[in-house]
């Protein structure tokens, strides 16, 4: 939890509305607490602006003097590090104004005249979010400009053409060119040999053709004014996220005075051909890491069974929001009548979730001796991952939903680490029930707080149960009215096709969920797991 208060300066020139403001920022919760500077001018914003730091900033569109917008311009102005999220204060009825403002920058917008605790919570929590997103893509951008601007190689990108795109510092520097961007549109024969020039763009046309990367191939580089050096090149493709080539990546380097030295060349060339197998195997291993962690094959019970024929029966529907999902989980066989069931939700996608879900899964198979016991195992995997995750310099949590179908003794037991509960649908009674747990069963989230202890709770278990174990995307999806889709809508679902076998339910409850969004692609992870009881053998 931070405690550290967020500057925010909160631009206003009715009294009235700012004391709201000042009063409703308390109420937010105790992880929301902020620094408020309050001036009623645009003047007054700019001097503050021009001598504190502030992270957000509540701005009126209407102000005396300079109007919201020119304020917000001022703002976009700034330096980068300096530039606070800025949410948009509006009247009634003056959505044209938000959408300028979301076009100049701004986060986000309220209206005044609706101001209350969720929608203020949405906008600020929305807008620092953003912001830090923002902030880390920055960073990212600086890194990658300090690296290519101080490395000797030269590096280059180019489009399908052979034209260049972007150039380092150094790779500008030897073509003779006062600044990298001088070199845009223009290809290797304005500035090197015909024969190389062309000798070059086979190359780099063949890596479009075949997809294949060039390592440490030797060159001798024939400048156009007739200098000439030995190089060695390396050249990769360069896709797009969706796989699709959009061009080719070089790097060059100066290894004259080394060209008689084979066999250190000969070490350097296998090095660099080492490094770019890595990262190929590690991007594969990314785009394949969640199919590879999922189950492939279910328990049956008794062991053996045909799972047509299995008294418990296992279901799931997957669709991660990226190529690469943050949802995760496991179905294994704790004993002869025993099943467990653990579905997760690692924060944010791609492959640092993809690896997170990798460790928790390690996890899982380290604990596997006390998943009969669902609170100690909960307890086990959080202090390993909090263990892990303590190292790493940015905040990483998972959701988690650990259940035990235990037809031994016709019960459930469930423990819930900060995520959804599950929901029944109770054949002899044809209904659909939220399972609620106590509050002992409903701890932190997995690797937030070290020590942290969960306790299961107890359900009844009968012929004909289906327990549905699902992640938040499943509720949280926006519909084209702007509206989630939400729990009750979702609870509603399950009631509606509780006729159907499990498999076509998950079925038409995904497409239900599509049907109301309106699109089939998500911001999110969807992840549901359906455990059948076919047949309860209690004592």
């Not at 403002?101 to 209350?116: Q, V």
């Not at 060159?219 to 080539?245: C, F, H, I, M, N």
Request: proline share 5%; hydrophobic share 40%; with cysteine.
């Amino acid at each position: 939890m931070n405690t550290t208060p967020i500057p925010m300066l909160i631009v206003e020139d009715s009294p009235l509305y700012a004391e709201i403001l000042l009063q409703l920022l308390p109420s937010l919760g105790s992880d929301l607490k902020f620094d408020v500077k309050w001036v009623d001018s645009a003047e007054k914003a700019i001097t503050e602006l021009d001598h504190s730091n502030f992270e957000l900033a509540l701005l009126d569109y209407k102000l005396p003097g300079a109007d919201g917008l020119s304020l917000l311009t001022h703002i976009q102005l700034m330096a980068e590090a300096r530039r606070p999220a800025v949410i948009m204060l509006t009247g009634i009825g003056r959505e044209e104004i938000a959408v300028e403002a979301m076009k100049a920058g701004a986060k986000d917008y309220l209206s005044k005249d609706h101001l209350d605790i969720p929608s203020l919570l949405r906008a600020l929590t929305g807008a620092l979010e953003r912001k830090h997103n923002e902030d880390a893509l920055a960073e990212e951008r600086a890194l990658l400009r300090a690296l290519m601007d101080n490395t000797p190689d030269h590096i280059y990108f180019k489009d399908p053409n052979s034209r260049f795109t972007h150039i380092n510092a150094s790779h500008a520097c030897a073509l003779g060119l006062a600044r990298p961007e001088d070199a845009i549109g223009k290809t290797d024969i304005d500035f090197f040999s015909s024969d190389f020039a062309h000798e070059t763009s086979d190359d780099e046309h063949r890596i479009l053709e075949t997809g294949k990367t060039i390592i440490g191939k030797e060159e001798r580089v024939v400048y156009s004014d007739g200098k000439a050096l030995w190089v060695s090149a390396t050249k990769v493709p360069l896709r797009d996220r969706q796989g699709k080539l959009i061009g080719t990546v070089g790097i060059s380097r100066d290894i004259t005075e080394n060209k008689l030295l084979e066999e250190e060349l000969a070490r350097t060339a296998g090095e660099l051909a080492l490094k770019n197998n890595q990262m190929q195997a590690d991007l594969e291993l990314a785009r394949e890491i969640q199919e590879t962690f999922l189950p492939q094959t279910y328990p049956t019970f008794p062991d053996g069974t045909k799972p047509e024929q299995s008294a418990l029966r296992f279901y799931h529907r997957y669709r991660p929001a990226v190529a690469i999902g943050g949802d995760f989980f496991d179905v294994f066989a704790i004993s002869s009548t025993e099943a467990g069931i653990l579905v997760c939700d690692v924060m944010g996608h791609g492959v640092r979730a993809a690896l997170v879900t990798a460790i928790i899964r390690t996890l899982i198979e380290q604990f596997k001796p006390i998943a009969a016991e669902p609170g100690p195992f909960l307890t086990a995997i959080n202090n390993g991952l909090v263990s892990i995750l303590k190292h790493t310099k940015m905040p990483v949590f998972a959701s988690a939903l650990y259940l035990i179908a235990d037809i031994g003794r016709a019960q459930l037991r469930c423990v819930s680490a900060g995520h959804p509960l599950p929901c029944r649908l109770r054949r002899a009674h044809a209904d659909v029930e939220p399972i609620t747990c106590s509050k002992a069963s409903m701890g932190p989230a997995l690797g937030v707080f070290e020590g942290s202890h969960y306790t299961a709770t107890e359900f009844p278990l009968a012929t004909g149960d289906l327990i549905l174990i699902y992640t938040d995307g499943l509720f949280e999806v926006e519909g084209r009215d702007g509206n989630h889709y939400g729990q009750e809508r979702l609870v509603s679902a399950f009631t509606k096709f509780a006729k159907f076998p499990p498999s076509e339910l998950l079925d038409h409850l995904l497409s239900d969920i599509v049907h109301f969004a309106g699109k089939s692609e998500f911001s999110d992870d969807l992840c549901v797991v359906a455990v059948e009881a076919a047949r309860v053998q209690a004592k």
